[in-house]
DNA sequence: TTGAAAGCGCTACCAC
DNA sequence: GTGGTAGCGCTTTCAA
């Protein structure tokens, strides 16, 4: 029992194989009667195209390509919103979605172009200077960054404005009359991996903070899990000075719920004692304890736009490029978690 | 400037096309020369070959689709290990994933079978009830669930085995002389969609505690994130008796650490004043405060023996089928959650 | 407005 | 051990 094929359709319909394509495609005029016959024979034969076959003929797959960063450095639930509203934007333009780790390197990259199995790719976890841009730079086949490397060759680079936060939360302290900000580093493995964001953030908010003549320092690595947090909040609270103002800058996302319950457990309302501000998602800055005032770039935004980044490139449309280094404006959400002005 | 194809292989290393497939796949003996001559072509033209053509012609595409629970229900990040290991073991063996989200219903299944985009499918979060399933079994392409619905209907099932689970955990609080248990209930949501695991667990759990002659009673729902493990907390807490040794069990992994959290808020010390058992990784119950006893199922035990079932189905070894309900074994960890003996 | 037919790049059969 | 060649199921000219 081997599946119709167009063919079949044809033969049903009293139609050429070639008008069948044509009824599927919209790319020739169809009469109404026609029209009628052959969706009718489609629908009695629950006929679907043979994907391979079309790809072969048109040069077409209607697949996206998107590189994850599993393996050993997978970072938590960050990734998934990232997944989900790929996948999404690419049903709705009739794409599919293939996965691909990231531990394969440009390997991955060369397989999904070279042997055509997709028309486009997304990658994310970009590092400032990473061994795949330059690869993704040579295929014929278009690739967006989630991120922005050092030299993005020409690729095009969707992500959040990081220096735009960096901005946001320094500049918030300053407005809310605060002594110093100490900012919380990413895990050391995120900085040797050498992640484009880290320094987006970072430079950026030392820069304002000098500006605004906050006192700043940036912490050591804090680690992932209740352990990091817990040693880098008992580091700050030893060094905090009696009777400061004092800001927390929490850049990494995944670090902002086991530091908020790190303080807690030491007695310190973050709000009261002193302030904290997360790089985080909206959801999870509402669902802590207290709720933290936070600076989001939601992941469904970048994503999305990434998409629609891609798509302009499989067909460009008469309406402009999109920019090539596009930047998406983060939001400052003001909640219980940064002291009022005295 | 297009790819270079198996043609173009042929003609450098001066053999016919069909050498250079044969040489590709080993499906028949080639001279050493001729081998090397091939290889050294295929090199420098760093060739690929075209999946679509390969899939046409050889009626594989070397792909499999995975169907994940994305939209309104995603469940944090359980979901990961899975697609990731899946992930891998379809590189160890020379696939691609395709992903699909599970709120396309069975019109994702039709979709992947219907036009040849895969050669099997995993799909995950199986309903008790599926509408999904008998759809499934009457595909071309091998299915594999991960999880058990009530009518497998043929397709081969891979999943832990939660009433062993619900044995260790129920068997651990009688034999560490408790006088009561509560269970609390998954999420409304996961309650009424009506996923498979909720009763393979709760079931077994309840008549191993009547067999103990343990008191035992189920929750309501208890909602996502820390409000819900709040409420779910109190009440368990203004419901407790005087000097009893209570155990709770709870089978939602995601609820474990709010669970965890809102009892040492509430000055009440699992291991000492009442015992928690946790359904979920040990890698999660490990970074619990304090550590959790847990039954463990590991994701990416189910997933891998997913993978390899589906292989098995893709081309049959010599070897026996694999079992068509293949339920994993779970592990008791003990951790310092569970008071001791008194 | 429609049909016939030439490929797309590969695999696998049949022949030598 | 190797080569020739007929498809796989579709898209897209070219012709009518």
Redesign the pocket.
Known sequence: M??F???DVARLAG?????V??V??G?????E??RRRVHDAIERLTYQ??AG??A???QRTNVVGLVVPFGPSADGAGLLPFIESIAFSARAQDYEVLLVTADEGSAGLRRLAGRSLCDGILMMDIQTEDERVPVAATLRTPVILIGVPAEPQGLHCVDMDFAQAARLAIGELADTGHDRVVILQHPTEVVQRDLNYVDRFLGPAVAVAADRRLPCRVTEPVERGRAGANRAVDQVLADRIPGERLGLVVPNANAVQPVLQALNARGVAPGRDLSVIGVCMDAWAENCEPPVTNVSGEARDVSRRAMQTLFWLLDPTPTGPPPVVDLLEPRLTRRESVMPIP
């Not at 139609?15 to 008008?19: I, K």
């Open positions: 081997t599946a094929t167009s063919k139609v050429s194989q070639s008008t394509s044509y599927m495609s790319k020739r005029p169809i009469s009667e026609t195209p043979n076959a079309r072969l003929a048109s």
